[in-house]
């Protein structure tokens, strides 16, 4: 297991920007493939964003163009850098790591380790 926290969460208007971090445990952090998801209130656990273990990067229509995924392997992190935030962002987003290459990148049943998550409010 990996041990996962993220941060950078908070409140920002519409057309705002914020950015996530997510920090992992261990010393094998260039070995994992993250990502990034989203669930709102009564809603389902959405998938966000991707970076495999290559750099490769996968993302949601919806934030495609708004948000990017990159990853620092010197400081064990993932970040997502949200832009042009809408209010249908307000959500509670959450790191994970992807157990293996196989699978799909969008299904939070192909993820283990969860972070805690951290809540992000765009609101005017």
């Known amino acids: 297991q990996v041990q996962l926290v993220e941060s950078g969460g908070g409140l920002v208007q519409p057309g705002g920007s914020l950015r996530l971090s997510c920090a992992a445990s261990?010393?094998?952090?260039?070995?994992?493939?993250m990502g990034w998801f989203r669930q709102a209130p009564g809603k389902e656990r959405d998938f966000v964003a991707a970076v495999s273990r290559n750099d490769f990067t996968y993302y949601a229509d919806s934030v495609k163009g708004r948000f990017t995924i990159s990853r620092d392997n010197v400081k064990n992190t993932v970040y997502l850098q949200m832009s042009n935030l809408k209010s249908e962002d307000t959500a509670v987003y959450y790191c994970?790591?992807?157990?293996?290459?196989?699978?799909?990148?969008?299904?939070?049943?192909?993820?283990?380790?969860w972070g805690q998550g951290t809540q992000v409010t765009v609101s005017s």
């Open positions: 261990g010393r094998t952090f260039n070995t994992l493939n």
């Open positions: 994970a790591r992807k157990k293996d290459a196989i699978g799909s990148w969008r299904s939070p049943v192909w993820y283990d380790s």
